[in-house]
């Protein structure tokens, strides 16, 4: 077979590129290309990326075609020409047997078979989260998806609410967890762009004033993380309880869509505590599992996932995790966390006092994490994302 993928969404920290689909584009191929030597991949990448970091990226594999898509420069110009008619023509071009889409919409225009991946539907359930894209989600996307050969969802929870929203034979679709490398050390040596994926501890601490324990949360600042009420629970713990003064509530994450809440409630909490509710900022890749490792909690709120990959990377750790009492972090994390309503800031306050007092319990959990995450592999992943390959092109 000749497998395209869609490689644009690759981490790319040059350009500013940090979204999750990245990180999962990226794995995916890496582990495609050591399992898989009899198959012709065709990596489709566009001008941006360097010679470099393509070659860290397939890592001198014979069975690897890199293209780049053209027109790059026209993208603004010609919106809607570039992204469908010119990108349909330059990937049949390149006569792949199946192409797949870790995310976005396909080119219109496109004919072959396809997989598409789905991450996440939250813009359909809450389009006040976003930034208006009604061509997309109400035209692009249905068309992309009901007109996929195979379609794959990162959760069943995702795969429920696709087959139910665009009306998708269940034939068609199949969940495919993504991975996390829980074998010791090796998870600082699944790289983006550098050879040492772990910056050294002490660094990262001083860097971010890290001089107590501290309770953690990481991801994009934006309404649906619910990032507000954990400042407020922390806020409310933080006034009650003088013990919570031994830890801090670290916030760390680039800003997102309509964040300007989310950055005033932290700034307020900031003064309040004198310092001890912290934003700092993005974490470069490089730091962030460090950062993560060395937190005494995990805490994620969110309204609405579509995996929660920070979870269970955190699991992955070894760090206790504090996760919203929603189905996929269930899915995800099961008895290895402990929930919480996300509406409920009383809650996560009381929880969060439990768990921050109880040495025992959050020994449990590390060691309950740790077990969870082994049942997530990236060579699973992809084995069985190959077998879509094979079904999509059988079909």
């Not at 497998?3 to 590129?17: A, K, S, V």
């Not at 399992?35 to 393509?54: G, M, S």
């Not at 293209?67 to 420069?73: A, I, K, L, Q």
């Not at 922390?234 to 989310?262: H, N, Q, S, V, Y």
Request: with cysteine; hydrophobic share 40%; aromatic share 10%.
């Amino acid at each position: 077979m000749r497998i395209g993928i869609d490689c644009r969404t690759i981490l790319n920290p040059g350009y500013g590129e940090r979204a999750g689909v990245g990180h999962y584009t990226y794995f995916l191929v890496k582990n495609l290309l050591r399992i898989d030597a009899e198959n012709t991949y065709v990596l489709f990448f566009d001008d941006r990326i360097t010679d470099a970091a393509i070659r860290a990226h397939t890592a001198g594999a014979p069975n690897v075609e890199v293209v780049r898509f053209p027109f790059h420069e026209y993208r603004h110009a010609l919106p809607g020409v570039y992204s469908h008619l010119l990108l349909s023509a330059f990937i049949a071009k390149q006569k792949p047997d199946v192409f797949h889409l870790p995310a976005g919409t396909m080119p219109a225009a496109y004919r072959g078979r396809t997989v598409v991946t789905i991450h996440d539907l939250a813009i359909y359930h809450h389009p006040e989260w976003f930034p208006k894209q009604a061509l997309s989600t109400k035209v692009l996307y249905p068309k992309t998806v009901r007109s996929a050969t195979r379609i794959i969802a990162v959760s069943d929870a995702t795969r429920e609410d696709a087959e139910k929203r665009f009306r998708i034979p269940a034939a068609r679709i199949r969940t495919i967890y993504p991975g996390v490398d829980v074998r010791g050390s090796s998870i600082f040596s699944e790289d983006i762009l550098s050879e040492d994926d772990s910056a050294d501890s002490a660094e990262v601490r001083a860097r971010h004033r890290l001089d107590k324990p501290y309770i953690l949360f990481l991801g994009t600042l934006e309404p649906r993380k619910n990032i507000s009420g954990l400042v407020r629970a922390f806020l409310t713990l933080w006034m009650k309880d003088p013990r919570a003064r031994e830890f801090d509530l670290i916030i760390a994450g680039a800003r997102g869509w309509k964040e300007g809440e989310t950055v005033r409630t932290v700034e307020s909490a900031r003064r309040l505590t004198r310092g001890a509710v912290r934003w700092i900022g993005y974490i470069p890749h490089r730091e962030k599992f460090t950062l993560m490792r060395q937190a005494a909690v995990f805490c994620f709120p969110t309204f609405f996932e579509g995996f929660g990959m920070p979870v269970l990377e955190a699991l992955a750790l070894g760090v206790p995790v504090i996760a919203s009492d929603i189905p996929v972090l269930r899915e995800v994390a099961g008895p290895a966390a402990m929930y919480v309503p996300p509406g409920s800031e009383d809650e996560m306050a009381h929880v969060l006092s439990d768990l921050l007092h109880n040495e025992s319990r959050r020994d449990v959990l590390r060691g309950m994490g740790l077990k969870r995450a082994a049942h997530f592999s990236w060579e699973k992943a992809s084995r069985e994302t190959l077998g879509v390959y094979r079904a999509a092109v059988r079909g």
